[in-house]
T-cell receptor
Framework: SAVISQKPSRDICQRGTSLTIQCQVD?????MFWYRQQPGQSLTLIAT?????????ESGFVIDKFPISRPNLTFSTLTVSNMSPEDSSIYLC??????FGSGTRLTVV | QQPVQSPQAVILREGEDAVINCSSS?????VHWYRQKHGEAPVFLMI?????EQKGHEKISASFNEKKQQSSLYLTASQLSYSGTYFC???????????????FGQGTILTVHP
């Protein structure tokens, strides 16, 4: 199965700033998914990223806050914009099927 | 439309068995099971696609009752390494096509003691 390289693995950021998370896949994939896992909670889908089209966002998530790029079939980025402490979470990218990246643990101070 | 997992937590002694259930109110295309250890990403255990299908992975197996839209994860002769949080991820039936979009249950915390 495909392997995902996700980075950074963790970061501590100041409120009001932005962080871009990258996921690189070792093979071409049509769909990539971005999830958020708040402390002690389950995983919640943020958006679905297809190459060549705008990402599709789930209820409660907006493009201005979580812009996503998908420039080709092996790469995607998620930006967490204008961060607040409530954005402190683990962010994970995933492929259709069952493969997850290793996650980005974000702490906003 | 989040699936409901039960129980919320399980405490076992090594060698004991456990069952974790995952129920959906919607028709499902597939059910995925994951285990997550603290501070790590979820690890895929298995996927179930068809009604009544049962799969196994060493001492961990699962079933999917398509009529009830319910899946169960069976852990037998538990080991210390089984400790973690178990999540089911469900994919809705979109006309028989898989898009890979999952909705996760709230998780079941499994603790295995020596």
């Amino acid at each position: 199965s495909a392997v995902i390289s996700q980075k950074p693995s963790r970061d501590i950021c100041q409120r009001g700033t932005s962080l871009t998370i990258q996921c690189q896949v070792d093979s071409q994939v049509t769909m990539m998914f971005w999830y958020r896992q708040q402390p002690g909670q389950s995983l919640t889908l943020i958006a679905t990223a297809n190459q060549g089209s705008e990402a599709t966002y789930e209820s409660g998530f907006v493009i201005d806050k979580f812009p996503i790029s998908r420039p080709n079939l092996t790469f995607s980025t998620l930006t967490v914009s204008n961060m607040s402490p409530e954005d402190s979470s683990i962010y994970l990218c995933s492929l259709a099927g069952h493969t997850f990246g290793s996650g980005t643990r974000l702490t906003v101070v | 439309q989040q699936p409901v997992q039960s129980p919320q937590a399980v405490i076992l002694r090594e060698g004991e068995d456990a069952v974790i259930n995952c129920s959906s109110s919607k028709a499902l295309y597939s059910v995925h099971w994951y285990r997550q250890k603290h501070g790590e990403a979820p690890v895929f255990l298995m996927i179930l696609l068809k009604g009544g299908e049962q799969k196994g992975h060493e001492k961990i197996s699962a079933s999917f009752n398509e009529k009830k839209q319910q899946s169960s994860l069976y852990l037998t002769a538990s080991q210390l390494s089984y400790s973690g949080t178990y999540f089911c991820g469900t994919e809705l039936n979109a006309g028989g096509t898989s898009y890979g979009k999952l909705t996760f249950g709230q998780g079941t915390i499994l603790t295995v003691h020596p």
